[in-house]
C-alpha cells in the first residue's frame, strides 16, 4: 500500500515538475523521507507528514473496504495521473 501511496505522490510531483529537494524544502522536510515515501521503503511516517504532503499535490487519502474493486471515479482518477 504505501508503494503504491508514493508511486502517486512521485508521479504527480514530477508532473508538477518539483523535484523532491523542492517538495521537501517547501514541506519542511528532508529530501531522504520524501524519497523513501516514493519508493515504499519508509520505515514510519506520521499520518500528519503524509497528509500534507498529499494535500500539497492535490490528492487525497481515501478508505475503503479491503477487496472491494474500484469504482469508476477511481480508475478515472488513476487514468489521469
Known amino acids: 500500500m504505501l508503494f ?44 500528519r507528514k503524509l497528509i500534507r504532503i498529499l494535500e500539497y499535490l492535490g490528492l487525497e487519502l481515501r478508505v475503503r473496504q479491503l477487496g472491494t474493486p474500484p469504482t469508476l471515479e477511481e480508475l478515472r482518477d488513476k487514468e489521469s495521473v
Open 4 to 47: 503504491t501511496i508514493g508511486e502517486h505522490i512521485r508521479q504527480v510531483r514530477k508532473k508538477n515538475k518539483l523535484s523532491q529537494t523542492e517538495l521537501a524544502r517547501i514541506l519542511g522536510m528532508s529530501r531522504t523521507t520524501i524519497g523513501q515515501i516514493e519508493s515504499g521503503t519508509v520505515r514510519e511516517i506520521g499520518v
